[in-house]
């Protein structure tokens, strides 16, 4: 059975700084892919970030580009997101997610991934 555990979130003041963690256990392949989500309350799930351990591209929505960072350490089965420069706008449940397979160049689609973690809240003062 494929879980994902993220953690990192919490308070933080707009201009600051978090990182998510998001330890992977029980994926088929070797080779993992992951992608972050967040969702605020009444509006949908936002595909921010994702990463394959394929051809180690990063992918980033518009709204987290030159903001966020992913990462992946695949010895330990860990992918990160560095957060900086936080707003009020980023306050939301962000999830981490992995697809049944992994792939070269990856997109953080919703409906592509198939096992997702609890959530971590983040919540962003102004």
């Known amino acids: 059975e494929v879980q994902l555990v993220e953690s990192g979130g919490g308070l933080v003041q707009a201009g600051g700084s978090l990182r998510l963690s998001c330890v992977v256990s029980?994926?088929?392949?070797?080779?993992?892919?992951v992608g972050w989500f967040r969702q605020a309350p009444g509006k949908k799930r936002e595909g921010l970030s994702c990463?394959?351990?394929?051809?180690?591209?990063?992918y980033y929505a518009e709204s987290v580009k030159g903001r966020f960072t992913i990462s992946s350490d695949s010895a330990k089965k860990t992918v990160y997101l560095q957060m900086n420069s936080l707003k009020a706008e980023d306050t939301a449940v962000y999830y981490c997610?992995?697809?049944?397979?992994?792939?070269?160049?990856?997109?953080?689609?919703?409906?592509?991934?198939?096992?997702w973690g609890q959530g971590t809240q983040v919540s962003v003062s102004s």
């Open positions: 997610a992995a697809p049944h397979w992994s792939s070269r160049s990856c997109r953080p689609e919703v409906g592509e991934y198939d096992h």
């Open positions: 029980g994926y088929i392949s070797e080779l993992l892919e």
């Open positions: 990463i394959s351990d394929i051809d180690g591209v990063p």
